[in-house]
């Protein structure tokens, strides 16, 4: 019924760009807050960045004025735009959308390399 589907990822060199896409389908409703973590190998799960149902955002110290999350009312997406990425960004990106419950996508893996 709610499904969280996550693209944009792939390979990039350092100090590249990539935007991030995260689309809903389903009954999605009243959420307080969607946002996005990511995982990077052998490493644990961090917070990114997430948006609030009245359009406030925040950011992890390590990604703070390098990314940016907004959000398409219409296409009922979030996207994470991501600038001057280097390899410490290399992670599985995961979305996630809280309602009631929270929901999460499958993960859209990014890589930062030369």
């Known amino acids: 019924q709610v499904q969280l589907e996550e693209s944009g990822g792939g390979l990039v060199q350092p100090g590249g760009s990539l935007r991030l896409s995260c689309a809903t389908s389903g009954s999605v409703f009243a959420f307080s807050s969607m946002g996005w973590y990511r995982q990077a190998p052998g490493k644990q799960r961090e917070f990114v960045a997430f948006?609030?149902?009245?359009?406030?955002?925040n950011y992890a110290d390590s990604v703070k004025g390098r990314f940016t999350i907004s959000g398409d009312n219409a296409k009922r997406t979030v996207y994470l735009q991501m600038n001057s990425l280097t390899p410490e960004d290399t992670a599985v990106y995961y979305c996630?959308?809280?309602?009631?419950?929270?929901?999460w996508g499958q993960g859209t893996r990014v890589t930062v390399s030369s």
């Open positions: 996630y959308m809280h309602m009631r419950t929270t929901y």
């Open positions: 948006i609030t149902a009245g359009g406030n955002t």
